[in-house]
Structure formats: C-alpha cells, structure tokens
C-alpha cells in the first residue's frame, strides 16, 4: 500500500496510510466506532501504534511525543475527546514541536455511539485548527496537511471526521512518503510547556496569535474549493454533506470549506456576495452558520428537523425546497443482540431474576437492555456504571438500594471504572454496593481490541498483564471474587445475592473469553507460547 | 454524463454483507469507474441488520444510494426484503436467495459470493474483474469453493432466474 498509484480505500485507512507517508512515530488512541480501523491499519501497514488505557492518557502520551519533536497522531470516536478534553484545552497552548493530530470520529445519527454531539464545538472551545474531509483522498491529504500546519505554527490540529466519511470507501491517489521528518531529540523550553498561571498567560496571547495567522493562511490558500454555478443559489459546505449538496444541486455554486476553523470569513463574503440565496447545509449542531450570521454574513440554514440524525442527498433536496413536511420513517431492521453462547447472557438472566437495578456501561454488554433480558437501568458513559450505581445507593430506600448493581466491561474497566473504584471504597453506602466486571477478555464492542486486562498489545503481542482482584484487594475492597461461568458447580445468582446481602463493598469478575474473540485469543496465547520456547512464528490468525 | 449505477447489500451481521460490498466495490474499481462505496458498522456485528451501499460510473458524489434509487438491492437473508425494499427505484431488480435451489450451495458461507454471481449479470463489470476482486477479498484456501458459488448464482441468472422472481415482476 505504499505505492502512489490509486486505490479503493476506507477513509480511516487513508488517514492510517497518510500517517504512514507523514512520518508519524506512534499513533494512540482508544477504540471506538468509527475511528478504531486507523490504528489498526497504520499497524498493519507497518507503523508504531498503541492502544491507551483511555483518550486522555493517548493525548497527554502523544504530546509527549510531540515535545521530543517527533509527530503523532491521536485516534478517538467523539466522546472519547469529551475524555481527552482536560490535555486538550492546555495542549493549544503549549507549543508542539513534532507534528501532533488529533482525530475525532464524529457519529451523526449515531450509527453505534450514546449520543450525536458535534465535535466541532471543542475547535472552538479549546482554540484547535479543524480540518474537515469530505471523502478518503481528502482524509489522506487533510492528514498530511493537518502534520503540516501543525509543525508550522507549533499547534494541535483536530481532524474531523464523521461515520460515513471513515467507513466510506473511494478512491486514493497517494503521495510519495515524506523523506525529511525530523528526529526527535529533547530541547528544554519551560515557558512553552510548562502551563504555570505566569508562562499561560502569555502562552494564550500566543495561541490567538497564531490563530489569527492561520485563519490569514486558510484565507489566502487554505483548502478550499469553489465551483462556480448558477448565482442564483450558494451552497457553503463542510464534509461528507458537501458531496450530497453537490449531488441534489449540481447546478448551484458551491463553496466546500476544508478548514472549519478559524473560517477564512472573507472569502465566504465574496462568496455571498456572488449569490442570490446563501445556504449553508453542515450535519448536526448550526455551528457554520451560526458563525457567518454573527460575521454579519445573512446565511440560511437548515431548519431545526435536520439537526437530528445524518444528511443524505434526499434530505440535503428537502432543505434546498424549505421542505418541513414529516420525512418518511424507514422500516425497522432486526436490532443487535448479544451472541449465542455470550457469558453476558447468564449474567443479565440472574440480575433480572434477583430484581435488581443495573447501573450499566459502554460496550457488548450494554445489549443486556434489550429483550429478552431488559435487565439495565442506566447507561451514560465510560466508566458512569459505578459513580451512577453509588448515587443510587445513597439515596434510595434500603429495600432498593440493597437491589442496586454496577456493571462494566473489563475494557471499559480499564478505561474509566478505576476512579469509580475509589469512590466506592473512600465513600461506601450505608449497604454497601456490588460493582461487577464482565470480563470477556477483549475489547469486543468495536472489534476484538486488547488492553491493559488481556496482557497483549495492539498487534496482540504478549506485554504486561493488570489483575482487576489484586487492584480492587489494593484499594480496599472488602470483597472480590472471580466466578468461571463454565463453571456449573458454581450458581452465579446464589453468588450475588450473598454479596448483595452483605453491607460492603465488593467486586464480582465474571470471567469467560467473548465467544467472537476465543478462538484468536487461543492463537495467540499458542503463538506467545511457542516463541517462549524459541520457535518463530509467521502464520496469520484463521478468520 | 452516464448514470451512476446503485447498488444496495442487505443482510444480517454474519452474513458478509460487507464483504460481497468490497468485492463488488473492488471490481467496479478494477473495471476503471469511479467508486463509492458506504456501510455502516459497529453494532451491527451483533446479528442485527446490516446493509451497505455501492455506487460507480464516471463520477460518484455522495457515497449513500438515495431511497427509492438502487438499481440492484441484493438480500441475504429473506426476512431483510420487506425492510430494504424502499431502496430499490421502479424497474429495479431485486436478488434473493431464493434465486438458488435449496441446497445447490457446497459452503452455506459463500452465499453472498454465489449472489454477486447472479449481480454480475446485470451490471456491466467485465467478469475477470468478479474473480479478480473475489479472490482479493478471500484467504486462498477459499478461492475454489467461491469460485463455484459465483458460477452457480451467474448461472441461476442466465438462466432466467432473475426474471422469474415473483417480487422482480411488479
């Protein structure tokens, strides 16, 4: 794939293949649809990438990279950067030396995500450069530009991105790899990374200082297309909704922004200028033309029905005719479920048979609320299972709270469960709560990745191992037990309502290999164990 | 301009939707079109339902076939048809199992191999670019067994199969 002649590719595997060509020297991230195939190309075509326990770690870990002079891309879905948002905000205000971009997958209409947020808010919250693609040749040049603007003005770039432009596949023409990336060696320069109250402050004047520079670039020679049409309809779009726009108006003018932020303002005027009608069509939040409208540009916009869900060509000529008629309603495929032979199955079959009220996570598991179990209560975010199981049990008449169960994955776990952990064991309830890890030894929901609890790495080579009981026994929990559900001598429902009885903290790991993830897991477990022994070995895992 | 051409995969998670939609994808590419090709994925990996779309010609814009504009919508699986059957425009055809007699496959998992048999036949994608993109899409080992699968749907077509589909009649 590293060859520059043109190629059929996923839009996450043109950012992995700019990585590539870009000179990126790690790649981090954290799992999560639709930006986890990044990483996992950019290691499949040879690249050094790992996965963090979490987005905020992946950052503060990628900065560090970006200190020593080297670049590195950051991988996340949208909310993942609601984790990463702490090192984000201070992160444009130091000054990167290495090239450092951020990713963040977006998932209008929420193809497999908890809510739709809009990640192009945070561009201009925490003050980050925003590059939008609008197919896999602009996600592969965007990556390459983003290491380019970045390294220039000494600043995070943020590539947006959304569903159907990561798991879209069209055409690529590469570039020759970049032959002169820089070798990483550490300078001291406390004023520009150490965010004390005395050096931020002048560190902040910098930042809209080079913003302003950028936004003068972004004018003068930023990725913008024009295409000059009929005048009497504008069309002003970013992303994937500039080809439907396109495509349900070929005869308007169109102008399709590649940089979303800082906004090149004044070729936008020209623009309305040129034009009887200014529509801006963006997917989600009004955030484009909220911006041109306080600009003092009149743009239209879509009206409030389509900020729900994603855009397509039949909803982009519905927006073009004022069209607020109700939209067809598309028949209702077949929901997910969890898999025949899931270990999750018996866990939510005893919770719903003890009564109990499910404090939820992110992941497979969260499955176990649809029939036949209908076994969770609440579901909010990574790791929200146990502060939401601990709120409840404070507060809720004893009868109930004696009732009230955390559940979480083991990767999920890892990610944000730890904290929950402490609150648990430094604020107990009154009685006591029952936090349980589904440990199916994978991160499965997104496709069979490792983490710190499986002991393999990205490429599902052999490292350390964490063990959630020595952890959970470290921190003060009264008591932990692992049940092997193949176990059959062992009646899992018996062993939670004893917990359940006891006014203590504790930690039940219900523990069995996710039925997708066994058979590879075995492979590599022969593999780790071969090598031990002095053998090599060169097979590829069975599908 | 000619027209871009729309196809719409339809299935359950399992299935290879999104397999036969790369292979397809890929062999338009080989062919020289233009290609888009958009799936969703992540849940749906769970047994639920899984659908991708394929379009080519000169130029492709928007990579989502539009409702009620596929040209072909190929179904894996008969409960799916009632569902992705506002996908397919007026004179579209539509490609079922039901195109094949029962038990006529050696490896029920290349069904959706022996289906793109059955599409090769109304798109105009020269066949060495078929094998070309099955066989990329697929370990070696499975190449001779999805080589007879394709021949069977290509056949079942030729045959009039296609044609004599109940719902491809309206």
């Avoid at chain 1, 986890?36 to 503060?60: C, H, M, Y």
């Avoid at chain 1, 008629?325 to 479920?337: A, F, M, R």
């Avoid at chain 1, 999750?344 to 649809?370: K, N």
């Avoid at chain 2, 008969?78 to 079922?96: C, F």
């Amino acid at each position: 794939m590293t060859t520059p002649e043109r190629q059929l590719l996923s839009g996450d595997d043109a950012v992995a293949l700019a990585a590539l060509h870009a000179g990126v020297r790690l790649g981090t991230g954290y799992p999560g649809t639709p930006s986890t195939e990044i990483l996992e190309t950019f290691d499949r075509l040879g690249g050094r990438a790992q996965w963090s326990p979490n987005e905020k770690v992946a950052l503060e870990v990628a900065l560090g990279v970006a200190f020593a002079g080297a670049r590195t891309l950051v991988t996340m879905k949208h909310v993942g950067l609601n984790v990463a948002a702490d090192p984000l905000f201070t992160a444009t205000y130091t000054d990167v030396e290495g090239g450092l971009v951020i990713v963040s997958a977006d998932d209008p209409g929420m193809a497999s995500s908890q809510n739709e947020q809009d990640n192009r808010h945070y561009s201009r919250a925490a003050a980050i450069p925003t590059l939008e693609p609008i197919d896999s040749q602009q996600a592969y040049d965007f990556t390459l530009l983003a290491f380019e603007i970045s390294e220039r003005w000494k600043i995070p770039v943020m590539l947006r991105i959304t569903t159907r432009v990561c798991h879209s596949k069209t055409i690529v023409v590469p570039r020759a790899p970049v032959s002169d990336v820089a070798e990483p060696s550490f300078e001291r320069k406390i004023p520009t990374r150490v965010m004390i109250p005395a050096y931020a402050k002048p560190a902040h004047h910098r930042l809209r200082a080079k913003l302003a520079e950028i936004a003068a670039w972004n004018e003068a020679e930023g990725p913008i297309r024009l295409d000059v049409g009929d005048s009497k309809l504008g069309v002003i779009s970013t992303g994937i909704c500039a080809v439907h726009a396109r495509e349900a108006a070929p005869e308007a003018s169109h102008l399709t922004l590649g940089m979303t932020y800082p906004l090149p303002l004044e070729r936008i005027r020209a623009f309305a200028a040129g034009v009887e009608r200014l529509l801006v069509v963006d997917e989600g939040d009004p955030v484009l033309v909220d911006e041109l409208r306080a600009a003092g540009i009149a743009a239209e916009g879509k009206p409030e029905m389509y900020r729900f869900g994603e855009l397509d060509v039949a909803r982009v000529r519905r927006i073009l005719a004022g069209d607020t008629s109700p939209e067809p309603v598309p028949p209702k495929g077949k929901p997910p479920e969890l898999c025949q032979g899931c270990a999750h199955r018996e866990v939510f079959q005893a919770l719903g048979e003890l009564g109990c009220i499910v404090s939820g996570d992110i992941g497979c598991y969260t499955l176990g609320v649809l029939p036949p179990f209908s076994a969770m209560d609440t579901c909010v975010c990574m790791g929200a299972s146990i502060g939401v199981g601990l709120g409840l049990r404070h507060v809720l008449p004893e009868e109930q709270a004696r009732r009230v169960v955390s559940v979480i994955g083991d990767s999920t776990f890892v990610h944000s469960g730890l904290t929950g952990i402490a609150e648990m064991v430094y604020n107990p309830p009154a009685t006591g709560h029952l936090v349980m890890i589904l440990d199916n030894g994978t991160t499965a929901m997104t496709g069979l990745q490792e983490h710190p609890g499986t002991g393999r790495l990205l490429d599902h080579s052999t490292t350390n191992k964490m063990s959630f009981e020595g952890i959970a026994r470290a921190m003060g929990v009264q008591n932990v037990q692992v049940v092997e559900t193949t176990d059959k001598s062992v009646s899992l429902k018996d062993v939670i309502a004893e917990l359940l009885a006891k006014p203590e903290t504790s930690l039940l790991i219900t523990r069995q290999p996710c039925v997708l993830a066994a058979p590879k897991i075995r492979f590599y477990d022969k593999a780790a164990a071969e090598s031990a022994r002095g053998h090599t070995c060169s097979a590829d895992v069975a599908d | 301009m000619e027209k871009v051409k729309n196809i719409v995969i339809a299935g359950l998670g399992g299935q290879g939707v999104l397999t036969a939609s790369d292979m397809l994808a890929e062999a338009a590419f080989r062919a020289g079109f233009d290609v888009k090709k958009s799936e969703l994925h992540g849940m749906s990996q769970r047994g639920g339902s899984v659908s991708s779309d394929v379009r080519y010609g000169e130029q492709v814009l928007s990579p989502m076939v539009p409702a009620g504009e596929a040209d072909v919508l190929l179904v894996l699986e008969a409960t799916q048809i009632e569902i992705n059957r506002p996908m397919l425009r007026a004179g579209g055809v539509l490609i079922d199992p039901s195109l094949l007699s029962e038990g006529a496959l050696k490896n029920k998992k290349s069904l959706n191999v022996a289906l793109l048999g059955a599409v090769s036949t109304v798109l105009d994608i020269p066949q060495e670019h078929w094998m070309a993109a099955i066989y990329a899409n697929l370990a070696e080992k499975l190449h001779k067994v999805n080589d007879q699968a394709f021949a069977l749907g290509r056949e079942a077509a030729l045959k009039g199969a296609i044609a004599k589909h109940p719902l491809n009649r309206v």
